[in-house]
């Protein structure tokens, strides 16, 4: 799902299930009895006319032919042109902060008309292409009216003993012959219309065909698990696409019960690839991940995540510490307090504050500090920070290591980094590179490595 763009997942289910729900089928078999129905009058009333049916025939199935292949192709073209548009109005307004912050709006503005106008040209194309079949038609009933008539006249003024019908059968053979031209057309008209429709249901079978995720295992586990926080790594190889190389290569590695543990390493080396894995966000290829001798494969983990990006829901701001009102407000203002954020949420108005979508009304230091208490709050045995000092100041920085080392005693701490500063007071640091674990220890062993 990550391979494609929201705009074209969102255009190609969009117009799929609509395609899917239309009663195309049921018009299409009105539409072929009606004709057979016609051409049985036709050829009763005026025995004439077998005489042109296999011509008839053969031109019909080349026009239809010749028309079935370009409308497929053209209709291809449409859809596949939708799709940037959905792309470009998503893209456009998710990043309208930053587009006007660079005042990029024209080149956003000009490539969204770009999108347009070439949905606009597929979109002419097709209706063109739906015009170009019915006039072509019409032009074949008219013949057929033609071939009628004339084998009526020329019939009644000649001597010939061959009888061609009486006036009645030829005036109905000339009321049938004028809407045959619809029927061939509705005909047509629906048999193309369902294949072009099945692309539509093709592109919708592309994401049903995706594998899926790992089912969560329902295995009974005691609610104060995990009761010790001790984390093993075994052999554990993980891959984002089949392609792509290895995130994690045959990690192996063990932390002990209440440890806090710093990741380093280089932009790519696979740092957060260790809690994508732990967390199940993306299955792995090879190993087991436990904790507290617990395969995780096996179950829904529970655990608190501090991201990279703190995100704040709309609501109070004590709904967004505490969700289910479990603690009694004299402890989220002590842990407010140890989070250096008591002054700042007691000049704002307290708990009952409102809290925006995002969390737009607080910085992203501040952000970061919320989200900190709102996971000592919850009390977790394991707590995993991932470049939870990314966005801060160096001020903000220290303010988050000194609150993890005082209130996470006990706990078992993963800390993701990329400044080795952030990690310094960590009991064990696990140096990574390329997806392997390229050494471990503490500071001054990491120090001589």
Same mark, same amino acid.
């Given at each position: 799902?990550?391979?494609?763009?929201?705009?074209?997942?969102?255009?190609?289910?969009?117009?799929?299930?609509?395609?899917?729900?239309?009663?195309?089928?049921?018009?299409?078999?009105?539409?072929?009895?009606?004709?057979?129905?016609?051409?049985?009058?036709?050829?009763?009333?005026?025995?004439?006319?077998?005489?042109?049916?296999?011509?008839?025939?053969?031109?019909?199935?080349?026009?239809?032919?010749?028309?079935?292949?370009?409308?497929?192709?053209?209709?291809?073209?449409?859809?596949?042109?939708?799709?940037?548009?959905?792309?470009?109005?998503?893209?456009?307004?998710?990043?309208?902060?930053?587009?006007?912050?660079?005042?990029?709006?024209?080149?956003?503005? #000009?490539?969204?008309?770009?999108?347009?106008?070439?949905?606009?040209?597929?979109?002419?194309?097709?209706? &063109?292409?739906?015009?170009?079949?019915?006039?072509?038609?019409?032009?074949?009933?008219?013949?057929?009216?033609?071939?009628?008539?004339?084998? %009526?006249?020329?019939?009644?003024?000649?001597?010939?003993?061959?009888?061609?019908?009486?006036?009645?059968?030829?005036?109905?053979?000339? *009321?049938?012959?004028?809407?045959?031209?619809?029927?061939?057309?509705?005909?047509?008209?629906?048999?193309?219309?369902?294949?072009? #429709?099945?692309?539509?249901?093709?592109?919708? %079978?592309?994401? &049903?065909?995706?594998?899926?995720?790992?089912?969560?295992?329902? #295995?009974?586990?005691?609610?104060?698990?995990?009761?010790?926080?001790?984390?093993?790594?075994?052999?554990?190889?993980?891959?984002?696409?089949?392609?792509?190389?290895?995130?994690?290569?045959?990690?192996?590695?063990?932390?002990?019960?209440?440890?806090?543990?710093?990741?380093?390493?280089?932009?790519?080396?696979?740092? *957060?690839?260790?809690?994508? %894995?732990?967390?199940?966000?993306?299955?792995?290829?090879?190993?087991?991940?436990?904790?507290?001798?617990?395969?995780?494969?096996?179950?829904?983990?529970?655990?608190?995540?501090?991201?990279?990006?703190?995100?704040?829901?709309?609501?109070?701001?004590? #709904?967004?510490?505490?969700?289910?009102?479990?603690?009694?407000?004299?402890?989220?203002?002590?842990?407010?307090?140890?989070?250096?954020?008591?002054?700042?949420?007691?000049?704002?108005?307290?708990?009952?504050?409102?809290?925006?979508?995002?969390?737009?009304?607080?910085?992203?230091?501040?952000?970061?500090?919320?989200?900190?208490?709102?996971?000592?709050?919850?009390?977790?045995?394991?707590?995993?920070?991932?470049?939870?000092? %990314?966005?801060?100041?160096?001020?903000?920085?220290?303010?988050?290591?000194?609150?993890?080392?005082?209130?996470?005693?006990?706990?078992?701490?993963?800390?993701?980094?990329?400044?080795?500063?952030?990690?310094?007071?960590?009991?064990?640091?696990?140096?990574?590179?390329?997806?392997?674990?390229?050494?471990?220890?503490?500071?001054?062993?990491?120090?001589?490595?």
């Amino acid at each position: 799902m990550d391979g494609s763009g929201w705009g074209r997942k969102e255009g190609s289910v969009y117009t799929g299930q609509l395609s899917a729900g239309h009663v195309i089928l049921n018009i299409f078999v009105a539409n072929f009895f009606s004709l057979l129905g016609t051409l049985v009058v036709l050829s009763y009333s005026q025995v004439s006319f077998l005489l042109i049916l296999l011509p008839l025939w053969l031109i019909y199935r080349k026009l239809q032919f010749y028309y079935r292949s370009t409308s497929r192709e053209v209709r291809r073209l449409d859809s596949v042109a939708r799709s940037p548009i959905y792309s470009s109005f998503t893209e456009t307004l998710d990043g309208s902060s930053t587009i006007r912050a660079f005042q990029k709006e024209g080149f956003f503005l #000009e490539r969204f008309i770009q999108h347009v106008t070439l949905y606009q040209k597929t979109s002419y194309s097709e209706l &063109v292409a739906s015009l170009w079949l019915p006039l072509r038609l019409q032009l074949l009933a008219g013949f057929i009216i033609l071939f009628i008539a004339t084998m %009526a006249t020329v019939t009644f003024h000649s001597s010939s003993l061959v009888n061609l019908g009486t006036p009645g059968l030829v005036g109905l053979a000339l *009321s049938y012959a004028a809407p045959v031209v619809s029927l061939l057309n509705g005909f047509l008209t629906t048999f193309t219309e369902t294949e072009k #429709e099945m692309i539509s249901v093709e592109r919708v %079978a592309e994401y &049903v065909g995706i594998p899926q995720e790992e089912l969560q295992g329902s #295995e009974y586990l005691p609610r104060s698990w995990p009761a010790e926080g001790r984390i093993e790594f075994v052999h554990v190889t993980l891959k984002y696409k089949p392609e792509l190389p290895p995130a994690l290569d045959d990690i192996s590695f063990l932390i002990a019960s209440g440890m806090q543990v710093g990741i380093i390493g280089r932009t790519g080396a696979g740092k *957060s690839s260790v809690l994508n %894995a732990m967390f199940r966000l993306v299955p792995i290829c090879n190993g087991h991940i436990l904790v507290d001798g617990i395969d995780v494969a096996k179950i829904a983990v529970r655990e608190f995540l501090v991201p990279q990006s703190p995100f704040l829901f709309d609501g109070s701001l004590r #709904e967004n510490l505490d969700p289910f009102n479990t603690t009694a407000d004299l402890r989220v203002w002590e842990v407010l307090e140890k989070c250096h954020m008591k002054g700042e949420i007691e000049s704002m108005g307290g708990l009952d504050i409102h809290v925006k979508e995002s969390g737009v009304s607080f910085s992203v230091g501040q952000r970061q500090l919320l989200c900190l208490a709102r996971a000592i709050l919850k009390s977790s045995k394991v707590l995993c920070l991932d470049e939870c000092t %990314a966005n801060v100041d160096n001020q903000t920085a220290l303010l988050l290591q000194n609150t993890i080392s005082a209130e996470c005693k006990g706990m078992t701490v993963l800390t993701i980094a990329h400044r080795i500063s952030t990690v310094m007071k960590m009991d064990n640091i696990l140096v990574l590179d390329q997806g392997k674990l390229v050494c471990s220890g503490t500071m001054l062993t990491i120090l001589d490595y």
